[in-house]
T-cell receptor, first 116, second 112 residues
Framework: DTGVSQDPRHKITKRGQNVTFRCDPI?????LYWYRQTLGQGPEFLTY????????KSRLLSDRFSAERPKGSFSTLEIQRTEQGDSAMYLC??????????????FGPGTRLLVL | QQQVKQSPQSLIVQKGGISIINCAYE??????FPWYQQFPGKGPALLIA?????SEKKEGRFTISFNKSAKQFSLHIMDSQPGDSATYFC???????????FGGGTRVLVKP
């Protein structure tokens, strides 16, 4: 399968714990996006990488959240000191293109986080 | 602030019928309007997309209609099939960055 993969698919944690999610984009895709989707809602943008550079962060991304994309390949999203309000599906998407050109974003299956 | 508003929230249609989902946007800087289909436990998958220089785009049973002056666009699913039962999201993005702004979603149920 050459699509976007995410790991883990499900994560249950206790409030206050740190969690880290991984996203492997489609090979050679230079752009990588993180979105958050709560139950019954559309995905909300969190952050975006072009290669290894983090170009944009949403105000939804509090200082407890950090994302990296070392070497422009896979990406990790870490949430520190989790809160119950962090419970959501975390979606990763990737695309291939250049600035100013619209291209399809391909989504992974998501990581469902439940904070108890 | 909800920049893309989607309606209805849910829709029931008989097999062979037409499903119509509407979206309205506020930001005139948006210039790309995709529709995504999402099945339970899966990530969204692109169905069809349109740019504001055209008023309609058709791909198979799926058609987007776009009204730039009204800042509205809609998805029509013709000859709806039970396999079309899913949640559909409209979205929009603008030239400065490609982040997608999604509508709230429409859950479509096609009854056999």
């Amino acid at each position: 399968d050459t699509g976007v993969s995410q790991d883990p698919r499900h994560k249950i944690t206790k409030r206050g714990q740190n969690v880290t999610f991984r996203c492997d984009p489609i090979s050679e895709h230079n752009r990588l996006y993180w979105y958050r989707q709560t139950l019954g809602q559309g995905p909300e943008f969190l952050t975006y990488f072009q290669n290894e550079a983090q170009l944009e962060k949403s105000r939804l991304l509090s200082d407890r959240f950090s994302a990296e994309r070392p070497k422009g390949s896979f990406s990790t999203l870490e949430i520190q000191r989790t809160e119950q309000g962090d419970s959501a599906m975390y979606l990763c998407a990737s695309s291939h293109g250049t600035l100013g050109v619209r291209e399809t974003q391909y989504f992974g299956p998501g990581t469902r986080l439940l904070v108890l | 602030q909800q920049q893309v508003k989607q309606s209805p929230q849910s829709l029931i249609v008989q097999k062979g019928g037409i499903s119509i989902i509407n979206c309205a946007y506020e930001n005139t800087a948006f210039d790309y309007f995709p529709w995504y289909q999402q099945f339970p436990g899966k990530g969204p998958a692109l169905l069809i997309a349109i740019r504001p220089d055209v008023s309609e785009k058709k791909e198979g049973r799926f058609t987007i209609s776009f009204n730039k002056s009204a800042k509205q666009f809609s998805l029509h699913i013709m000859d709806s099939q039970p396999g079309d039962s899913a949640t559909y999201f409209c979205a929009a993005s603008k030239a400065a960055g490609n982040k997608l702004t999604f509508g709230g979603g429409t859950r479509v149920l096609v009854k056999p």
